[in-house]
């Protein structure tokens, strides 16, 4: 089994319609570790992504990344080319539904690091929210 401390930078941009792209930037440390013949990446959020509290964990596979954060913010996001995942959120005010669909997935990694890029689409109870470009690069 691989574990080691590395160096992670996440990027992102943001679409929403009728509003101007938000992007965002910024470089953490965490962890990297291979296990059952996958990879994981694990950080805690940064003030930056308003997600301060927060522990996020990327399980990445050839052809799908899970993104899984608790904390102050609890969520789960499956990611696979061409596929819709839905999950439910109980608000206190009623139960909110997120549909992510990737568009375009690559990954690139081995023992050493590397990157993935994922494009995908938000939506909220079945009406787009956003256009979504995440890179994430260890080392």
Avoid: W
Avoid at 7 to 13: F, G, H, L, P, R
Avoid at 39 to 54: H, K, M, N, Q, R
Avoid at 64 to 88: D, E, N, Q, V, Y
């Amino acid at each position: 089994m691989l574990k080691k401390n590395v160096m992670i930078i996440v990027d992102s941009k943001k679409e929403q319609p009728d509003r101007e792209a938000e992007e965002m930037k910024f470089m953490t440390e965490g962890i990297y570790c291979k296990k059952g013949g996958h990879y994981f990446i694990s950080y805690a959020e940064s003030p930056v992504t308003g997600l301060d509290g927060t522990n996020t964990i990327i399980k990445i596979e050839p052809d799908s990344i899970m993104l899984i954060r608790s904390g102050t913010a609890s969520s789960l996001m499956f990611f696979k080319k061409g596929c819709k995942h839905t999950s439910g959120c109980d608000t206190g005010n009623g139960i909110v539904e997120f549909g992510v669909t990737a568009l375009n997935l690559n990954v690139s990694l081995d023992e050493k690091g590397g990157q993935f890029h994922v494009e995908y689409v938000l939506e909220v109870n079945n009406r787009l929210q956003s256009l979504t470009t995440l890179n994430v690069k260890v080392y």
